[in-house]
């Protein structure tokens, strides 16, 4: 099946420190890819949206000036979490999708700041 | 907007019963409907989908329903084994790309 590989799985830094997190599709292409937040034992918060070439697409209340996205090709989307402050610490699981492939879900990345 | 509710929350069962989640939309333009299944500190996995020119979907163990008159759709999974215990949640997508998600429900199989 299609595979989506996120990097770095996991990541401890400290307050102020900016994160970049890398969704890749590994075996098609992605014309769209999502980025969500996850809180424990809650379910998926989708953040923003991303369509390859055009800036992403964020969901009410999410800031677009912390978050930073990037989806330059379609196999690859950036998250950047600029200057991280720990109520930033959470799963963030990214997801791609393309013609005739439904979401596929990357591993997500635990992001603790310190 | 669309709007996706999932039932139960928490789901315990025996080892080789069935179990069965429930989830509601409201969007009658909906017409994907996936399920997915998400281990402790992993992203959901795709399990099964299915379209709205269809009522009933299986794949081994795993069967969903879909009910488009009354906007519901299940998940049912028989012979339940301990690695089936896992959050499953619902979505709901239409003409977008965007998925609606349902709250998820933690699924515990008893060996």
């Known amino acids: 099946g299609a595979v989506v590989s996120q990097h770095p799985s996991w990541v401890i830094c400290k307050s102020g420190t900016s994160v970049k997190i890398e969704c890749r599709s590994l075996?098609?292409?992605?014309?769209?890819m999502f980025w969500y937040r996850q809180f424990p034992k809650q379910s998926l918060m989708l953040m923003a949206t991303?369509?390859?070439?055009?800036?992403?697409?964020?969901e009410q209340g999410v800031e677009k000036d912390k978050f930073l996205i990037n989806h330059a090709s379609l196999t690859l989307s950036t998250l950047t979490v600029t200057s991280a402050h720990p109520e930033d610490s959470s799963f963030y699981i990214c997801?791609?999708?393309?013609?005739?492939?439904?979401?596929?879900f990357g591993d997500g990345t635990r992001l603790s700041i310190l | 907007g669309e709007n996706v509710e999932q039932h139960p929350s928490t789901l315990s069962v025996q080892e080789g019963d069935s179990a069965v989640i429930k989830c509601t939309y409201s969007?009658?333009?909906?017409?994907?409907f996936p399920w997915y299944k998400q281990e402790l500190g992993k992203g959901p996995q795709l399990i099964i989908d299915?379209?709205?020119?269809?009522g009933e979907k299986k794949d081994q163990r795993i069967a969903v329903t879909l009910n488009k008159t009354a906007k519901h759709f299940s998940l049912h999974i028989t012979e339940t084994q301990p690695e089936d215990s896992a959050v499953y949640f619902c979505?709901?997508?239409?003409?977008?790309?965007?998925?609606?998600f349902g709250t998820g429900t933690s699924l515990t199989v008893i060996p």
């Open positions: 969007d009658s333009a909906s017409n994907y």
């Open positions: 299915i379209r709205s020119n269809v």
């Open positions: 979505a709901a997508s239409g003409t977008g790309n965007q998925f609606y």
């Open positions: 991303s369509n390859e070439g055009s800036k992403a697409t964020y």
């Open positions: 997801s791609a999708s393309g013609v005739r492939q439904p979401q596929h």
């Open positions: 075996d098609f292409q992605a014309t769209t």
